[in-house]
């Protein structure tokens, strides 16, 4: 029996055209002779819909939705669609009014709904907020096969893989006993950096572990901060990987179930590791696209400094939009060194895209005379430096708003997280692109750009940081060297080691403290930044959640 894995890249609440997508994807399965089409969780709404589940409007357009498609698959194919359903009971039980469901249809019916049973909450999942777990078993008979089917973190929960238990049931366990032949599972799980080699790993203990070939379907495509890598993949019951769809692109891959050996057959298994700088590279560009796509730009613009930073957010944005649908503005000010212009001016020759200068000096002089009265008496500090940032921050937006562009910020993870940026200022902008980059990972993704031939200019790549706000000024004046402050973030922020945790791997424990508590005081700045692609499993987005009136990490050794 052919199954086919649709791995598609649905826009939240676009029901009409995620529809479309499933359809187009069922002909395609039906043309290659597939009895069994799979979509990815939620497929008709798009992962995650968030609150617009609290929308009835949105939850009856969607059932609708869903008995239209039903009539319009072509015939004798069964189509696993991820939909909302309503629990029945939650007037009388008190529970919550969805369920986050698969519909199995065919020949204009919905046949059977199941339910998702575990329900994340963690990170960036907030699932008990929407839905009501189901409590049992889902699977269905097709040609004498019993299917079992999951959905996403229905298959989290093996506790010999994790060696510990996230949740009272295991659905692969429950399966497992009801002898099914296969497991099918519809996923809509994020990217993070190494997490396909997480996520393989856990289904091949599961799959050996219970003697049971898994199919996974996973979504792909950026929605707002998080990124899908697709990467759709199934295995036979030996725990071997059998079809293996690409990363960080729609795909349409068909697997072969053999009914007389009751496994999977080995089908076509795409390269799975690259290299952690190219993963990195494909997830950004894909969430630029996206974003942009899905927000309706086709133009972008951000500031360049001549600084790592844009460069590689420049290179990112060339990717994802195109060359000639990218605008860098360089706004050189008096303290600006003369590197920071030519620099710009050679990486946007490399790159194609457009660049203007706008001179910002008389603006600030302007600024300055504006403020004289009211800031007579006091010395030149950070309030006047960032004056310059903000003069920037201005004209980008004017020129984004004036010409219907998505201005890109391009703050890096250090920065965002010691509060190294300024609000209103270099903050500004609709998407934070390598906000989830330590300063010490732009560097080797620009390393690994410059692999074939020079993309970032040399200079680039060795001249110091530099906010370039006063005269001579380097980052390393304010911060500590790169690799010390990324090593102690990555502690603190990924690891949740605590200040003597830290400094007990040799850190300088004055420089710990100082760190702790600058993350704690730029809670206030991260909250009002643009959202910012997520590439780790510990990001600055919808996952963290953090007080802003604070005294926990803001007072020294208060832990
Ligand atoms: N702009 C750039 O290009 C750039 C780049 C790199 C580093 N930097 C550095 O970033 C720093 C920016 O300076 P900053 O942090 O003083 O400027 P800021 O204006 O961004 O933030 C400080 C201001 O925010 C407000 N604030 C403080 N705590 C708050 C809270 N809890 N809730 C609400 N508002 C609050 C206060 O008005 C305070 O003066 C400087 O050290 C600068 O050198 C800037
Ligand atoms: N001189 C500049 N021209 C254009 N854009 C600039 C300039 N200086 C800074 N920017 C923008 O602000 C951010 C942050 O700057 P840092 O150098 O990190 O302080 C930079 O990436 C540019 O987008
Ligand atoms: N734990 C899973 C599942 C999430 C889900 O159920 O959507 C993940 O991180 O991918
Ligand atoms: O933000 P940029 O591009 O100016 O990079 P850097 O901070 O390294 O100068």
Redesign the pocket.
Known sequence: MKIAIAQLNPTIGDLSNNAQKILEAAQQAAVQGARLLLTPELSLCGYPPRDLLLNPSFVAAMGMKLQQLATDLPPNLYVLVGTVSPNLKADSTGGKSLFNSIALLRDGQVKQIFHKRLLPTYDVFDENRYFEPGLQANYFTLDNLDIGVTICEDLWNDEQFFGKRNYAVNPIADLAILRVDLIVNLSASPYSLGKQQSRESMLQHSAVRFSQAIIYTNQVGGNDDLIFDGRSFALNRQGEIVCRARGFTTDLVIVEFDQAQRDLQLSSVAPVYQSQEEEIWQALVLGVRDYAQKCHFSQVL??????I??AL?ATIAAAAVGKENVL??????PY?SEH??SD?LALGENLGIQTTILK?GELMSGFDHTLADLFAGTEFGIAQENI??RI??NL?MAIANKFNYLLL???NKS?MAVG???LY??MNGGLAVIADLPKTRVYSLCHWLNRDREIIPANILTKP?????KPGQL?QDSLPSYDILDDILERYIHNHQSAAQIMATGHDPVIVNQVIQMVARAEFKRRQAPPGLKITDRAFGTGWRMPIASNWGAVKNAW
Not at 302 to 307: A, E, K, V
Not at 465 to 469: M, T
């Open positions: 951000l500031g360049l400094s001549g600084g930073d844009s957010v860098g503005v360089l706004m050189p000010s600006s920071s212009v710009a910002i310059q940032s920037r921050g980008l910020s391009t703050g920065e190294y940026c300024t200022g270099d940081p530099s906010a370039e706000l980052d």
